[in-house]
C-alpha cells in the first residue's frame, strides 16, 4: 500500500535540555499519523509488543525515560518530574524528525502524555491514554491512599547505605522469577489473558531499575496533576481502561472521559492494569480505527490549497 513502507528500526539518543541522551527507537512505514510511545514507570517497552507489531503501517517512536532501558541515570538525578519528561519527549520528536503525532501512553505515560500536551500542544495531533490516571497515582493505587504514606519511608530505607544495598540485592534477585509473576497474578495482572512471556520482560527490567531515581520518580508522579487542563483537550482522545485495574480505578478513566471533550472510552472486560498484553486484537482493533479517525481530522484542518 502506497505511503506505508516498513523499514528496519533506526535507534539513537536525542538530547535532552540539560544535556541529558535520551534513548529512542523509530520503526514501521510511513501512514499517518506517527505515533509515540510512552512507558508506565520501571517499563521499556512490553506493553507495547502487539501494537508495535500490528500498527507497523505507521511510523512508531518508543523512547525510554531516564534511568531505563538504554537511557542512562541522568547526572541531575533531580530532573525526573513529569515536566522534565515531557521536555525529553519533545526532544526525542525533534531528534526523530517528527513534527505532529499522537501520544500513547501506559500508565504514568498517561502524565507524561497530558504534560507533554500542555506545554506543546502544537506537536500533538490526538491521544491515547491508557490504564492511567491524569494525575496523583499514588492516592488511588488500589483505592487507597496506602502507597503515598509508605512512600517516604521506602525512599529513606533505599538511601541508607548497606540497607539499600541490601534492598536491591533482594529486589534484582527475587523479582524476575516465576515466585514473582504468580505474585503479579494474585495483586493485579489477569493470568487467564497474560502469558508468562509477554509480561516476564517487565520485570526484568524493573528489576535493575535504579530503585532510588525510581522512587524519585514515582514521588513526582505522585504529587503530579493534568486533571486542570482535561476540559481544555483539543485533539481527539482514546481512553483505554481495564475492568478490574486496581493500579487505575477505571473510575479516573471514566473521569478523564467526562472531562475530554468528544472522547472515546474504551473498557476492556476484565482487563488489569496490563490490558494491552491481555487483549491485544481489541486494542489493536480500536487503536487502528483511532488513528484513522486522527487523520481524518487532520486532513479536514489543512488549508485547502495543501489537500491534493
Not at 527490567?205 to 486533571?227: C, E, Q, T
Not at 491481555?278 to 480500536?286: C, G, S
Amino acid at each position: 500500500m502506497e505511503g506505508t513502507t516498513t523499514s528496519r528500526p533506526r535507534e539513537a539518543f536525542a538530547i535532552a535540555r540539560d544535556g541529558a541522551p535520551i534513548f529512542y527507537s523509530v520503526s514501521g512505514g510511513t501512514a499517518a499519523p506517527a505515533l509515540v510511545l510512552s512507558d508506565g514507570i520501571g517499563c521499556d517497552g512490553y506493553i507495547w509488543k502487539y501494537l508495535k507489531r500490528d500498527l507497523a503501517d505507521h511510523r512508531i517512536v518508543h523512547w525510554h525515560y531516564r534511568g531505563h532501558g538504554r537511557t542512562p541515570v541522568p547526572h541531575d538525578r533531580t530532573r525526573v518530574s513529569m515536566a522534565d519528561m515531557a521536555d525529553d519527549l519533545a526532544a526525542v520528536m525533534e531528534a526523530a524528525g517528527v513534527e505532529r503525532a499522537v501520544l500513547a501512553g501506559h500508565s504514568m505515560g498517561v502524565q507524561v502524555c497530558l504534560e507533554a500536551y500542555r506545554r506543546y500542544p502544537e506537536k500533538v495531533s490526538g491521544l491515547a491514554l491508557m490504564c492511567g490516571s491524569y494525575g496523583h497515582p499514588l492516592r488511588t493505587f488500589k483505592g487507597r491512599s496506602t502507597l503515598e504514606a509508605a512512600l517516604p519511608y521506602a525512599a529513606f530505607a533505599i538511601n541508607r547505605a548497606w540497607l539499600g544495598d541490601l534492598i536491591g540485592a533482594v529486589w534484582r534477585n527475587v523479582v524476575p522469577t516465576r515466585l514473582a509473576f504468580a505474585m503479579a497474578t494474585r495483586m493485579e495482572i489477569n493470568p487467564e489473558l497474560v502469558r508468562f512471556e509477554d509480561f516476564f520482560p517487565y520485570l526484568e527490567h524493573i528489576a535493575n531499575v535504579d530503585l532510588p531515581l525510581f522512587v524519585d520518580m514515582l514521588a513526582h508522579a505522585g504529587r503530579h496533576s493534568a486533571r486542570e487542563i482535561l476540559e481544555s483537550v483539543a485533539v481527539p482522545t482514546l481512553i483505554v481502561a481495564g475492568e478490574r485495574d486496581g493500579f487505575t480505578p477505571m473510575s479516573l478513566s471514566e473521569e478523564m472521559h467526562e472531562r475530554i471533550a468528544g472522547s472515546e472510552l474504551m473498557v476492556i472486560e476484565a482487563g488489569s492494569h496490563t490490558a494491552p498484553i491481555e487483549r491485544p486484537q481489541l486494542v489493536t482493533e480500536h487503536m487502528q480505527a483511532f488513528l484513522e479517525r486522527v487523520a481524518g481530522a487532520d486532513a479536514a484542518t489543512r488549508p485547502l490549497a495543501a489537500v491534493k
